[in-house]
């Protein structure tokens, strides 16, 4: 889509802001307003919209993309996105620890079991951890903690976290991320430890550096939102 408008601002709606694009108010491809909380949030996106040039690009408008999906998918869905949230701690990356070499296994207590530990004690939602790539069964009371917890987050808070969790493989490292527990830099490099201890030992291909590099852009955009939200 080329750029079909010449100025962008920021506006007051109700108690919201709203983004105009020269003097029409952004709506979302479903054809809803899209009223954002805070005026900050409003002034990110609008951002985002004033920085494309002749092609509109929304790939990577990621936070336009996020408040877009919570006002036409989530919020129409928002039970079926719980469930398919909730559903990443029955098999949780950071629950699923190297038989061998040694030397994996200890990094990996060693940047996982933290996370772990704040869960347990946040969301009173102990995860247990085994060696292998064996589904183990997690106990339902942890589940069923961490299911409250996801249904806890208003429609914005709920896409980003269903955003981070996505991409991290981890509902823990997405929480941890969304509660200001950690860093999308700091997730991301807890996500894809397996795949670093690999690179160390055979390299990295140029289409891994891309996909990891789109990865990463998306998470500090999800956690810039999140800060937003908050004004």
Not at 226 to 231: P, T
């Amino acid at each position: 889509m080329r750029r079909f408008y010449k100025s962008v601002s920021v506006r007051p709606s109700g108690s919201g802001y709203e983004v105009m694009l020269d003097t029409k108010p952004l709506r979302t491809p479903a054809r809803a307003p899209l009223v954002l909380p805070t005026q900050s949030l409003a002034e990110a996106i609008a951002a985002e919209w004033a920085e494309q040039t002749d092609e509109i690009r929304p790939a990577v408008m990621h936070r336009t993309q996020l408040a877009v999906t919570a006002t036409d998918r989530v919020a129409p869905n928002r039970e079926s996105v719980i469930d398919e949230v909730a559903a990443y701690a029955g098999t949780d990356l950071l629950c699923y620890r190297a038989e061998e070499p040694l030397s994996l296994a200890e990094r990996q207590h060693a940047v996982w079991q933290p996370y772990l530990d704040w869960c347990a004690v946040t969301f009173d939602a102990p995860l247990l951890v085994t060696r292998g790539i064996i589904h183990k069964a997690q106990p339902e009371v942890a589940l069923a903690a961490l299911r409250r917890a996801v249904a806890a987050e208003d429609d914005l808070r709920l896409t980003a976290l269903h955003t981070a969790t996505a991409a991290l493989g981890s509902l823990v490292l997405g929480l941890a991320m969304i509660h200001g527990r950690t860093g999308p830099e700091e997730a991301f490099a807890a996500s894809v430890l397996d795949e670093d201890f690999q690179i160390e030992r055979w390299g990295e291909d140029a289409e891994a550096t891309r996909r990891r590099a789109a990865i990463l852009a998306e998470l500090v955009a999800v956690a810039d939102f999140v800060r937003r939200l908050s004004g």
